[in-house]
C-alpha cells in the first residue's frame, strides 16, 4: 500500500515549453525570400552568369536568424487543482455563452496564463496585454499549452510500451513482407 507523504514528496507538475515568435511580419518575409529564391534558382539555370540564388539564399538565413532572435520560449506549468477550480469559479461563463465554456472565455485565458507560465512571470494584466499583442494563431498556441498541462493526460497514452513501438517497426535490415511485392487484383 502506499504512503500519501511518499505520494506528495514525488509530485512534480506538467510543464511544457511553447516557442512563440513575436515578429509575425518575419513569416511574410521569409515567405517572400523563399518565393525570390524560387525565381533566381530558375535565373539561374536560363543564364550563363553568376549565380543569383547564392545571395537570396543568404537573405533567408538573415531573416531566419531575425525570427530566432525574435522567438520568445514561454515555460507553462500547471497549477494546483485547487488553484484551476477557483481560476474557473472566478471567471464564469458569460449569461449569453451559447457554446458551453465552463468559463469566460475573454477574462480566463489571461488569468490561467498568468498562473501557469513560469518563465516569463507574469501578471493577468501583462497576460491581457499579450494577449491583445499576439496574433489569434499565437495566443492559442500559448494558451493551448496552458489547457494541454491543466487539462489533458500529462503523460502519453503509448510512454509505458514504447519498446514494444521500437520493436514493431522494421528495419532496414528486416527483409520485406514477399505478398506485398506482388501486385494485387
Known sequence: MADIEDVLGQVVRAQRTVEVCVRGDLAEKVRHLHDELADAMLYDLDHNE???????RARIEEAKAEADAATVTFTV??????????????????????????????????????????D????????????EALSNAQ??????????????????????GIEGLLTSVPSSTTAPDTESLTASS
Open 139 to 160: 495566443w492559442e498556441k500559448l494558451f493551448g499549452a496552458v489547457l494541454a498541462v491543466n487539462l489533458a493526460d500529462d503523460i502519453p497514452k503509448f510512454a509505458g
Open 120 to 131: 516569463p512571470v507574469m501578471d493577468e494584466l501583462q497576460a491581457d496585454r499579450l494577449a
Open 50 to 56: 553568376e549565380d543569383t540564388a547564392p545571395e537570396v
Open 77 to 118: 506549468q500547471a497549477v494546483p487543482a485547487t488553484e484551476w477550480r477557483r481560476l474557473v469559479m472566478e471567471h464564469p461563463p458569460a449569461d449569453d455563452d451559447l457554446d458551453g465554456w465552463r468559463w469566460n472565455v475573454e477574462t480566463f485565458p489571461p488569468a490561467a496564463l498568468a498562473a501557469a507560465c513560469s
